[in-house]
Nanobody
Framework: VQLQASGGGLVESGGSLRLSCAAS????????TGWFRQAPGKEREGVAC????????YYLDSVKGRFIISRDDVKNTLYLQMNSLKPEDTAVYFC???????????????????WGQGTLVTVSS
């Protein structure tokens, strides 16, 4: 079981990036999946999480309208489209998958079983 995140980089404020998270050894559609981020000196926080089968979706308030989580079942890959990026979005971004995530705890890191290695996103002002 493995999650491989990619797509991070340096972008100017107002720019866009798309993060990818390729899964192997299991099927993403069977899990609740999400993106989390951790900035230096801060706790890891849920950014965008969903379970399409159950109709659950979570977005961090500060990214609503700017970030979109999606999944390609053929490629078994999770995505995070990030638009209108701000310097405060700078962080290491992690993808995660959980088999028994409660609907009101989508944003809680401890609910998730599998984690990618993280990809750094830096937004310059």
């Amino acid at each position: 079981v493995q999650l491989q995140a990619s797509g991070g980089g340096l972008v100017e404020s107002g720019g866009s990036l798309r993060l990818s998270c390729a899964a192997s050894g299991f099927t993403l559609d069977d899990y609740t999946t999400g993106w989390f981020r951790q900035a230096p000196g801060k706790e890891r926080e849920g950014v965008a999480c969903f379970n399409e089968r159950k109709g659950y979706t979570y977005y961090l308030d500060s990214v609503k309208g700017r970030f979109i989580i999606s999944r390609d079942d053929v490629k078994n890959t999770l995505y995070l489209q990030m638009n209108s990026l701000k310097p405060e979005d700078t962080a290491v971004y992690f993808c995660a998958a959980g088999s028994a995530v409660h609907s009101i705890r989508l944003h809680v890191p401890n609910e998730y079983d599998y984690w990618g290695q993280g990809t750094l996103v830096t937004v310059s002002s």
